[in-house]
């Protein structure tokens, strides 16, 4: 694991003077090597991100430029664009409400060129998502929708321009724009620059006349080269989290704030140009560029499974449909979306999905219906999760439905249960799940997160977070999958709608939190089965998780020591004779429960490898605000 590579400095510090402080008593710990409790779920870890935090757009979505089809406009003008008359040139520009290139984009960027020619041409530049991120020598593949009042207006120049210097660092024209919506398409490639964010996209007219723009649309390269795809960066973040599902498409965007803004996947589809986009709860619009097919190849592409989420009749702000035929149009919605995700190229949707470019089914095992469907005061929820189940079961069996809220009439398959807490909140909470009725339904943690710590969380959290996950991994017979929420957050300055976030990043750098690498660690490190164990004098500060996984003759020791002082443990590994002399050990630990990763700190708080000896008995000291896992040989 090279991610995890061995930093020694400050960490080492914490860890040698925190030895000459008070100590907790010691606790002991023991493992019944040979012993499982109970198997872990195959898809245990998982992801759940929604548009939030300009985690999509600006975000995971590889696209540069911001507002590309213009749906951003008011009293302040066109977001994200401007006019750059060179010159002589004189234009202006606003949004066109009655002139578009699709039925879906009835509207576009109307410039009104009064003067332009060819030493002094009429532009606007579009500034990006806080910037463009431009690397030497790549090429950026763009395309834009134009329209003239007159055909032979000419080319259009379309370049990338550095801020600072004004410096042009791509350039490239497109073919002669006609008097209808054509897409131009074209290559920007960049020589050897030097890399940087400070950059712009500017589309330049000669020639006087109207022009309308739509789509106007930039690529870098993107995840396995995907065309509309996602960011490298965070897709190899995401990859790192050793997870097995995504959990599609949220949260809150699912629903939306009204019943017309729920994330209505068939809008999603196809070409952008007929992708009308959406406004997302969380107050901006959404491109819909990420649609339900790249959330689906996004799974494909971390070899993971999709864990569909379909909007079943409640919205945000309150409203809901009532259960029966009302309902009837959005259960359908929802039984042509599974069929979209899992049907054969002989059924209709399946066969929309091959036409656009995926033949092959995309594997999926569990629906859930809604979200966090309490919120709805009029206790619509039995019946709907009750007519969506009856549906969806009697088309499909073997899924396992989820429901968002408690049910008073049927028990679901799985409950979807949210925690968002403090770091002290957890650690009083670890034992919530223990004595947790095994007859019921099971349970899938969809969104839980430590909340300390802004943008991303601090070390603070990470040790809720890993309190937390030794509890969820102890009751693994019950939890069959767990996500934390949100992912990603967009750091530049009002990027962010939700504090205390996992992943943070700009237009061109990317970092994870503390609690990211522990949950890097636990993820990497799972284990198939639970081990019997025994423990004492652990406090209400200390915790651990023992698991192992016997095919790969690993035993997995996970210690969280919350304290401010060092834990002396006492660890016996009974039941084995096989155990080598030396594991494996990472440490995420340091000064204080503030400490955290930056945008332009992102390496201060991350895991540090080391061997340690180990036999049946040892002791074992886990210095203060420290996660450790460590891995035994068993074979
Ligand atoms: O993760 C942020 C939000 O928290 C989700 O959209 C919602 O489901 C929850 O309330």
Redesign the pocket.
Same mark, same amino acid.
């Given at each position: 694991m090279n991610r995890l590579t061995s930093y020694a400095s400050a960490f080492a510090v914490v860890c040698c003077s925190a030895l000459m402080q008070a100590q907790q008593p010691a606790a002991r710990i023991t493992v019944q090597v040979n012993k499982p409790l109970h198997a872990i779920g195959p898809k245990f870890y998982g992801l759940m991100t929604?548009e939030?935090n300009y985690s999509y757009d600006g975000g995971l979505y590889g696209e540069l430029v911001r507002n590309r089809t213009f749906q951003d406009h008011g009293f302040g003008g066109v977001a994200n664009w401007n006019l750059d008359n060179m010159g002589s040139a004189r234009s202006s520009m606003e949004v066109d409400e009655n002139e578009g290139p699709s039925a879906a984009l009835a509207h576009s960027l109307r410039l009104d060129i009064a003067h332009a020619d060819a030493q002094n041409s009429a532009a606007v530049r579009n500034e990006g998502y806080w910037g463009m991120a431009l690397s030497p020598n790549t090429t950026y593949k763009g395309s834009l929708y134009a329209k003239a009042d007159a055909d032979g207006f000419g080319p259009l120049t379309v370049s990338l321009v550095n801020d600072v210097t004004g410096k042009t660092l791509a350039s490239t024209t497109t073919t002669t724009v006609s008097g209808d919506w054509k897409k131009y398409e074209f290559n920007l490639k960049t020589a050897q620059i030097t890399a940087s964010s400070n950059n712009h996209l500017l589309i330049a007219a000669t020639h006087t006349g109207k022009l309308w723009l739509s789509v106007v649309s930039l690529f870098p390269p993107t995840y396995k080269g995907r065309e509309n795809g996602n960011r490298p960066d965070l897709m190899a973040l995401l990859a790192g989290m050793h997870p097995k599902f995504l959990r599609l498409p949220?949260? +809150?965007?699912l629903e939306g704030d009204q019943i017309d803004e729920r994330f209505d996947w068939k809008t999603t589809l196809g070409p952008l140009v007929d992708r009308p986009t959406h406004r997302s709860p969380w107050n901006y619009q959404s491109s819909d560029g990420m649609g339900l097919l790249e959330f689906l190849e996004w799974t494909e592409d971390l070899n993971i499974e999709p864990v569909l989420a379909v909007y079943a009749g409640y919205s945000l702000k309150g409203d809901h449909i009532a259960p029966g035929p009302a309902l009837t149009p959005f259960l359908d919605d929802a039984l042509d979306e599974i069929e979209f995700v899992t049907g054969d190229t002989s059924t209709k949707w399946g066969a929309v999905r091959a036409k656009l470019g995926h033949p092959a089914p995309f594997p999926l095992q569990y629906v859930e219906i809604g +979200?966090?469907d309490w919120f709805d005061k009029s206790k619509s929820y039995d019946g709907r999760y009750t007519q969506y189940y009856k549906a969806i079961k009697s088309k499909y069996p073997n899924l396992q439905l989820i429901a968002t809220a408690p049910l008073t009439r049927m028990k679901p398959d799985v409950l979807d249960d949210?925690y968002y807490k403090r770091a002290d909140e957890f650690f009083d909470f670890v034992k919530h799940y223990d004595t947790a009725d095994r007859n019921g339904p099971k349970i899938f943690v969809g969104?839980w997160a430590t909340r300390e710590g802004s943008p991303t969380t601090n070390l603070g959290a990470a040790l809720g977070d890993a309190a937390w996950m030794t509890a969820m991994e102890r009751n693994s017979d019950l939890i069959v999958m767990a996500s934390y929420?949100?992912l990603f957050v967009n750091v530049s300055p009002g990027g962010m709608q939700?504090e205390s976030d996992l992943i943070g990043y700009d237009a061109s750098r990317s970092y994870g939190s503390p609690g990211y690498y522990a949950q890097a660690l636990f993820g990497e490190f799972l284990g198939t089965e639970v081990s019997t164990s025994q423990s004492s004098n652990t406090g209400d500060r200390f915790f651990y998780s023992s698991t192992a996984d016997p095919a790969k003759g690993e035993v997995y020791l996970k210690l969280v020591n919350a304290n401010s002082t060092p834990q002396p443990v006492s660890l016996e590994f009974a039941g084995t004779k096989a155990l080598s002399k030396s594991a494996t050990l990472y440490s995420l630990g340091g000064t204080n429960p503030a400490i955290t990763n930056s945008i332009d700190d992102p390496k201060r708080v991350i895991p540090v490898k080391s061997t340690v000896k180990v036999s049946s008995t040892f002791e074992h000291t886990v210095p203060p605000y420290t996660v450790q896992v460590m891995v035994l040989r068993n074979r």
């Open positions: 929604e939030i949220g949260g +809150n965007y +979200n966090e949210h969104e929420a949100p939700w």
